[in-house]
Structures are given as structure tokens and as C-alpha cells.
T-cell receptor, first 111, second 113 residues
Framework: GENVEQHPSTLSVQEGDSAVIKCTYSDSASNYFPWYKQELGKGPQLIID?????GEKKDQRIAVTLNKTAKHFSLHITETQPEDSAVYFCAARTGFQKLVFGTGTRLLVSP | DGGITQSPKYLFRKEGQNVTLSCEQNLNHDAMYWYRQDPGQGLRLIYY???????QKGDIAEGYSVSREKKESFPLTVTSAQKNPTAFYLCASSVLWVSYGYTFGSGTRLTVV
């Protein structure tokens, strides 16, 4: 079955810096890759997603890139702000099967 | 507004008691899921259901039970057989036949006292 690895587990940046979180997946048939943001005490919220027929997608300060050959995808956050501090989860899905989640990255943005 | 509602937000359980966590969605989603999250940890799948009156065990089903009598509802019972139930429980739902992400509820924090 699918396996998703996520790195780093913790990431500390200064406000205004960029942050990059990377995930690798094992199933070459996976075709959908969402990213979730979880604030303390809340449920995860979808922030951006990408499908296998697209290499990059942007939404204001966040972007996701996908390299199907290498089977990895990354979340990029530019001009980080303290409110970006949260836990971020990547996930991968093959067709109609269940999402498989990464282990999460705790991002801390210091003022 | 469409969404997924979990209740209660906080729940306290005495040793040996069963407790039931509620999850309701009005998104007309076919599939529903229960996850457990321990402090600083990832998401572990407990049970999931793709259709009414049918559900499957996830990775950590022991000590838990579910039912799916209505499309909108997927309650989770934490039984006395679950030895370490203190955790944050998340319910999610999704469209089944299209490859989209999940919509999560706001979670229930269960504490054994």
C-alpha cells in the first residue's frame, strides 16, 4: 500500500523567511496530493492540493510542487507570518482509496 | 453552511465506562472516517465507512466501535476495552467516487479521569 514520509518533523523560521516542507510517496499510481494545516486544538483544514497532471500550484503565499518521477511533493510558504505557525500534514491518494497522511511538520514562525 | 460537526468538544470518562462521540455531516458525503491523534503525533485511522450500514477497521480499531445507520452520522464508541483512550479524536468525511480531500470536524478531546 501507499506510504508517505514527511520531513522535517519540526521547522523554525524567522518571520518573513520562506518555509519548505517535503513529502515522498511510494505508490506511483497516486494522483491527488492535499496539504492540511492544523492549529492547536482544532481539526486539520485543507490549504492547497495538487493533482498528478499538474506540476505546480500557487495560492497567494503558498505553493505546492509535484515531481512524479521522483515521487515527491513539497509545500512552500513565502513571507511567513506568526499566524502560519501550526502543524502541516501532507497526504496522498490513489484513485478512490483512502488518503494516506504524512506524520506532520510543526512549523514555528518567530516574530 | 455545510460542514461536519463533532460533539462534545471536551469529554471526561471514568475508568471502565463506555463513551460515545458524535459526528454529523450535512455535506452529502458518502464516506466518513474516525482518527485518533495523540499529543505531538500524527493521525491514526480507527474506523471508516463508505456506505450506510457498512464500515471497516482502520489501523487501531481495538477498543472502539462504530455504527453507520444514517448517511449523515457516524458515531464512535470508546469502550472500556480501550486501555489508553485519552486523546484527541477527529472525524472526517469525503466524496467517495471522486479523488478529493477530506473535510475534518473540530475534534473531541477525551480525557480519562
Amino acid at each position: 500500500g501507499e506510504n508517505v514520509e514527511q520531513h522535517p518533523s519540526t521547522l523554525s523560521v524567522q518571520e518573513g523567511d520562506s518555509a519548505v516542507i517535503k513529502c515522498t510517496y511510494s505508490d506511483s499510481a497516486s494522483n491527488y496530493f492535499p496539504w492540511y494545516k492544523q492549529e492547536l486544538g482544532k481539526g486539520p483544514q485543507l490549504i492547497i492540493d495538487i493533482r498528478s497532471n499538474v506540476g505546480e500550484k500557487k495560492d497567494q503565499r503558498i505553493a505546492v510542487t509535484l515531481n512524479k518521477t521522483a515521487k515527491h511533493f513539497s509545500l512552500h510558504i513565502t513571507e511567513t507570518q506568526p499566524e502560519d505557525s501550526a502543524v502541516y500534514f501532507c497526504a496522498a491518494r490513489t484513485g478512490f482509496q483512502k488518503l494516506v497522511f504524512g506524520t506532520g511538520t510543526r512549523l514555528l514562525v518567530s516574530p | 453552511d455545510g460542514g461536519i460537526t463533532q460533539s462534545p468538544k471536551y469529554l471526561f470518562r471514568k475508568e471502565g465506562q463506555n463513551v460515545t462521540l458524535s459526528c454529523e455531516q450535512n455535506l452529502n458525503h458518502d464516506a466518513m472516517y474516525w482518527y485518533r491523534q495523540d499529543p505531538g503525533q500524527g493521525l491514526r485511522l480507527i474506523y471508516y465507512s463508505q456506505i450506510v450500514n457498512d464500515f471497516q477497521k482502520g489501523d487501531i480499531a481495538e477498543g472502539y466501535s462504530v455504527s453507520r445507520e444514517k448517511k449523515e452520522s457516524f458515531p464512535l464508541t470508546v469502550t472500556s476495552a480501550q486501555k489508553n483512550p485519552t486523546a484527541f479524536y477527529l472525524c472526517a468525511s469525503s466524496v467517495l467516487w471522486v479523488s478529493y480531500g477530506y473535510t475534518f470536524g473540530s475534534g473531541t478531546r477525551l480525557t480519562v479521569v
